[in-house]
Nanobody, 127 residues
Framework: QVLLAESGGGSVHTGDSLTLSCVAS????????MGWLRQAPGKEAEFVAS????????YYADVVRGRFAISRDDAKNTVYLQMNSLKPEDTAVYYC????????????????????WGQGTQVTVSS
């Protein structure tokens, strides 16, 4: 069973940047694609970004494309989410997630394909 531990959240202002990190343990990191999703108060969880298990392809939600960047470092079993030009509507709990399908070569494009989530890290953006 994979364990996912996020860090890097915080309170920032409009236009600021944050980098989230997620360390995975419990299985071979490189066998799985990874991603991020978020959930704002009173709203359903929303897909944010994903990266395939090779780190070659990425996929972003339209609302973050061009502002956020996902990357991974397999030597550190870590996936990152660099968030730039943050907006108040980016305020949410951000969860790291792992593809539920080992050896899948495409980035996840749907929350339904994530098999495991972390505990989440709060990101608050104020104007």
């Amino acid at each position: 069973q994979v364990l996912l531990a996020e860090s890097g959240g915080g309170s920032v202002h409009t236009g600021d940047s944050l980098t989230l990190s997620c360390v995975a343990s419990g299985r071979t990191f490189g066998h799985y694609g990874m991603g991020w999703l978020r959930q704002a108060p009173g709203k359903e969880a929303e897909f944010v970004a994903s990266i395939d298990r090779h780190g070659a392809r990425t996929y972003y939600a339209d609302v973050v494309r061009g502002r956020f960047a996902i990357s991974r470092d397999d030597a550190k079993n870590t996936v990152y989410l660099q968030m730039n030009s943050l907006k108040p509507e980016d305020t949410a709990v951000y969860y790291c997630a792992s593809d539920g399908r080992p050896f899948n070569s495409a980035p996840v494009t749907s929350i339904a394909d994530f098999g495991s989530w972390g505990q989440g890290t709060q990101v608050t953006v104020s104007s």
